[in-house]
């Protein structure tokens, strides 16, 4: 990818579309590709971001964590930490709907400035 100057993208998702998923294999005759379980999903989630973020130490791509969920959020920094990635490293971002669990936002705020 470097070759051609683009940065890899994705967008992780966890459990937001997962009853329309189910609802549009059943209706176009595909296995469902949903997890079995809520749980399942969420370290699926949690394994494909510890992915990115191993790789993010030796190459240029970047990756936004957009997540409401604390608990996620946490994990990411733990991660961050033991990559040894820092919280002013512009290759991670994170980003949440303004005005939900603003707790969050504070505590990100306070790890960005340590």
Same mark, same amino acid.
Request: charged residues 25%; contains cysteine.
């Given at each position: 990818?470097?070759?051609?100057? +683009?940065? +890899?993208?994705? =967008?992780?998702?966890?459990? *937001? @579309?997962? /009853?329309? /998923?189910? /609802?549009?294999? +059943?209706?176009?005759? @595909? ?5 079995? &379980?809520?749980? *399942? ?15 993010? $130490? ?5 990756? $936004?964590? *957009? ?5 996620? $959020?946490?994990? $990411?920094?733990? =991660?961050?930490? /033991?990559?040894?990635?820092?919280? &002013?490293?512009?290759?991670? &971002?994170?980003? =949440? ?9 504070? *505590?990100?705020?306070? @790890?960005? +400035?340590?």
């Amino acid at each position: 990818m470097d070759k051609l100057d +683009f940065r +890899f993208g994705a =967008k992780f998702v966890r459990g *937001a @579309y997962m /009853e329309g /998923e189910r /609802e549009r294999a +059943f209706k176009q005759s @595909y296995p469902d590709p949903i997890n079995d &379980s809520f749980e *399942a999903t969420t370290e699926m989630y949690h394994r494909c971001v510890d992915t990115v973020l191993e790789r993010i $130490v030796s190459t240029r791509e970047e990756l $936004v964590i *957009a997540s409401q969920n604390g608990e996620t $959020v946490q994990r $990411v920094i733990q =991660k961050m930490s /033991e990559c040894s990635i820092s919280p &002013s490293n512009t290759q991670i &971002s994170f980003a =949440k709907t303004n005005g939900m669990v603003d707790h969050i936002t504070v *505590a990100l705020g306070e @790890y960005c +400035f340590l």
